[in-house]
């Protein structure tokens, strides 16, 4: 008789509330011709409150559930505050781009909350199947959004080209997973470790290691396999590309430590081998590449691109230190890069018309709040003390030197030291130069407003006061050793 698999829909209730939300927003929406944005938002702001507090309890979980699939446990707990409060901040950036635009898309939060539900099925997975389950319909979801704007051409761009693109890279990690499938007769992470712990695999082994590599690469933007992040960066709606570089990149870290320390763990010889170079050519290329540019989405995704170059570094760092100054740093740069592309909506207006560097000119003077809201999450961007980024830098560098990668380290201080460059051009452009025309007033939305906000407090006290979170990540992180 075929055993009837452990169901346990309380460990997973965070993910269905969005689900059910998104439904929600999906049908009702349609019956909304006017108004719908305002409506999906709220019930969608709704969904992830409620989430919020069904998430909770993971904080005090240890255990399997849904016979093994899935993993109730602190790591998971953590990173779905992270997804959550990525999820929140997007949609009260998102209704005044989407009411600028003229179009009730009520489908955009629809399809934001099935992609946050789908990375916290990544992120709690404890098979690589269903981490595939949940890459898909994450991916699916942002493929859609991507293109979601129907009077934008590069949206439509964006869309097709992270299709073919994620495609691909879903593609390869598949045949990693059968090849580690044929080391180990399962996909359970923790049959995988045990098969690998007694030597076998050999050369198949390292294979499988190498395709899960390029498509963990691919999700969190690495060199050489970063080609995709700045056409679609900016071709993307602004809202929706802050989103894609901080939950899709924080998804896909969490689940890369998950899969790497959990299963291939007797592998990390090999990896994190791969990892130190992944790393520089990372950190390097990004800041080197955000420095020619003068649309800043571009330059917001090449800073993209830099910054897993320094979330590489803590997984190359590896253990307790490594991993929890990972996931503080996630935190410090969900609050940062969320709030610098709410600027860039607001300031691109409709049509994004707005988003070359130049039109930065003279911020300071017309909308001096925005301005010095801009600055606060460029700084942190540039490790300046004492915003969250400094924070978050300081740890990931401090446990790469402890780990004794100090030639890592040396590199990424001066690769860090470089973007100071390009994020403070954009801040002497804000306050040291006139615009050559005047510019028209912007539009504050209570909800942009709420959101910067959020931003930038968070910046600034988890940099201020940062022992609380390390703290909390240092717990969560305790079950994955």
């Not at 949206?155 to 994620?166: Q, V």
Request: charged share 10%; with cysteine.
């Amino acid at each position: 008789m075929i055993p009837i698999p452990e169901v346990d829909l309380g460990g997973i209730l965070p993910a269905l509330v969005l689900c059910v939300g998104g439904l929600i927003v999906m049908v009702a929406g349609s019956f909304i011709p006017k108004r719908a944005v305002a409506f999906s938002a709220i019930v969608s702001l709704v969904a992830v409150l409620v989430a919020f507090a069904v998430n909770s309890p993971l904080r005090m979980m240890n255990r399997q559930a849904f016979s093994g699939l899935i993993s109730l446990d602190p790591y998971s707990w953590f990173c779905n505050v992270l997804l959550l409060i990525a999820a929140g901040i997007t949609v009260l950036t998102s209704v005044r781009y989407l009411t600028d635009d003229g179009q009730e898309l009520y489908e955009y939060f629809a399809l934001l909350l099935f992609a946050t539900a789908g990375m916290m099925f990544m992120v709690s997975a404890n098979h690589i199947l269903v981490i595939f389950i949940g890459l898909e319909t994450l991916s699916i979801s942002v493929y859609v959004l991507a293109g979601l704007m129907p009077t934008s051409p590069k949206s439509r761009e964006a869309g097709l080209k992270y299709l073919i693109l994620g495609g691909f890279s879903s593609a390869i990690f598949l045949y990693g997973a059968a090849f580690l499938y044929g080391v180990a007769g399962s996909l359970s992470l923790p049959a995988i470790a045990k098969v690998l712990q007694t030597g076998a695999g050999g050369k198949t082994a390292l294979v499988g290691m190498g395709l899960l590599l390029v498509g963990f690469s691919f999700k969190v933007a690495a060199v050489p396999f970063h080609m995709w992040t700045p056409d679609v960066y900016e071709g993307a709606p602004t809202p929706l590309t802050g989103y894609m570089s901080v939950a899709v990149k924080a998804a896909a870290f969490a689940v890369f430590v998950r899969v790497f320390f959990a299963a291939l763990g007797p592998l990390q010889v090999d990896w994190t081998q791969i990892l130190w170079v992944l790393a520089v050519l990372t950190m390097v290329l990004g800041n080197v590449a955000a420095l020619v540019q003068n649309n800043i989405k571009r330059m917001l995704a090449y800073s993209s691109i830099a910054h897993a170059g320094y979330l590489i570094v803590g997984m190359v760092a590896g253990k307790e230190a490594g991993t929890s100054a990972m996931l503080y740093y996630l935190l410090a740069y969900t609050f940062t890069n969320l709030g610098a592309f709410g600027v860039v909506a607001l300031v691109g207006r409709k049509g994004e018309a707005n988003v070359m560097l130049d039109d930065y000119r003279g911020l300071a003077a017309s909308n001096p709040v925005l301005a010095l809201a801009m600055s606060i999450f460029l700084f942190s961007l540039a490790g300046i003390p004492p915003t969250a980024g400094f924070m978050g830098k300081f740890t990931i560098f401090y446990a790469a030197v402890k780990a004794g990668y100090i030639w890592l380290v040396i590199i990424g201080v001066l690769t860090s030291a470089v973007s100071v460059f390009y994020y403070f051009r954009v801040v002497m452009k804000m306050y040291m130069e006139v615009p050559e025309k005047t510019p028209a007033a912007l539009q504050f939305g209570p909800a942009m407003i709420l959101a910067l906000g959020i931003a930038a407090v968070g910046v600034m006290y988890i940099g201020i006061f940062p022992t609380t979170y390390l703290d909390l990540a240092t717990e969560s992180v305790k079950t994955l050793f």
